[in-house]
């Protein structure tokens, strides 16, 4: 399967520990496409439903139902970077726009202190 960056996929994170990200769900690929393309790892931010977020803070980015192949209402967690085996992979979901990607862009540079 050909992974690229902006990508959403199912993967698997578990296990986890503490208050890591858990189960099989979508995440996006922010991992560069040299990377994808040679690396047996994928770098991804983790995807959950807006429900479990009480308030949105500059490092989570709210995403509409449908974008990438969602089926409800979410947002990506640019706090949890996770860098995964290529073999968690479940599926390919779809594709963020590129709009979408700048304003993770922008909530990844404050994650990491960039700006």
Known sequence: M???RGDVIDIDF???RGHEIRKTRPAVVVQNDIGNQYSPLV?????RGAEHIKRL??????IKKGAGGLDK??????????SLDKSRIVRKRG???????????TALKISLALT
């Open 57 to 62: 803070y500059p490092v989570i980015v709210s």
């Open 73 to 82: 209402k979410s947002v990506v967690q640019c706090d949890q970077i996770k």
């Open 14 to 16: 578990d296990p986890a």
């Open 95 to 105: 594709r963020f726009s590129r709009d979408i990607m700048i304003n993770i862009d």
């Open 43 to 47: 770098i991804v931010l983790p995807i």
């Open 2 to 4: 050909e992974i690229k």
